[in-house]
Nanobody, 124 residues
Framework: QVQLVESGGGLAQAGGSLRLSCAAS????????LTWFRQVPGKEREFVAG????????KYADSVKGRFTISRENAKNTLFLQMNSLKTEDTAVYYC?????????????????WGQGTQVTVSS
């Protein structure tokens, strides 16, 4: 099992940047593919970006491509999401999730492990 704790959320202005972190417990961090999802009230959880176990492959939602960068440091059991050129529509609760699958999965119901989420609010 793995436990995930997100941090780094907060308030940013449109056009600004934030960096989210997801710290994981356990010695098996490198055996999980990791993904960021986001959710706004009344909507389903939405895939944002994912990265494979070794970090060799990253996948992005079209809405964030070119603005967000996902990365991981397996030695530090940490996942990151660098968010640049933020837009008001990026406002959401952001969650990190882990799966033992070898590829990046984009459906939330395929993930076994979740963090508690961190709020990101982008003002105009």
């Amino acid at each position: 099992q793995v436990q995930l704790v997100e941090s780094g959320g907060g308030l940013a202005q449109a056009g600004g940047s934030l960096r989210l972190s997801c710290a994981a417990s356990g010695r098996t961090f490198g055996t999980y593919s990791l993904t960021w999802f986001r959710q706004v009230p009344g909507k389903e959880r939405e895939f944002v970006a994912g990265i494979t176990k070794s970090g060799g492959i990253a996948k992005y939602a079209d809405s964030v491509k070119g603005r967000f960068t996902i990365s991981r440091e397996n030695a530090k059991n940490t996942l990151f999401l660098q968010m640049n050129s933020l837009k008001t529509e990026d406002t959401a609760v952001y969650y990190c999730a882990a799966t033992g699958a070898t590829v990046v999965l984009t459906r939330a119901d395929w993930y076994e492990y979740w963090g508690q989420g961190t709020q990101v609010t982008v003002s105009s």
